[in-house]
């Protein structure tokens, strides 16, 4: 699988937060099949889901550096809350800036 499919698939929402919110995120993903990020040539500061083929990245400072428009946020809604994730080109363009 190509890197730009798999990111476009994987819908890596990155999320910015702080120490404190990490734990909690941390106890919610692993008990649903997430894994701590080990996987060789990607950064370990997040969590996969090997069968969903869903990414999520530990971020911190601002919205992609503050170069990203906040309002193209994507908020899904889901029986048990939101989620909110960065458009693919977003993500596309600050792994090529990178």
């Known amino acids: 699988m190509s890197g730009l499919l798999h990111l476009s698939l ?7 937060m702080t ?4 734990s909690a995120l941390s106890a919610a993903l692993l008990p649903v099949g997430f894994r701590r990020e080990d996987r060789q040539g990607r950064l370990l500061r997040g969590f996969h889901h090997p ?8 971020v ?8 990203a428009d906040r ?16 458009p693919t080109e977003d993500l596309i363009a600050d ?3 990178q």
């Open 10 to 16: 994987a819908l890596a929402a990155l999320v910015a």
């Open 19 to 22: 120490v404190a919110v990490l």
């Open 51 to 58: 069968d969903l083929i869903i990414g999520v990245e530990m």
């Open 60 to 67: 911190s400072g601002a919205y992609f550096d503050g170069s």
């Open 71 to 86: 309002r193209r946020i994507r908020i899904v809604e889901l029986a048990s809350g939101e989620v909110w994730a960065a």
């Open 95 to 97: 792994r090529v800036g």
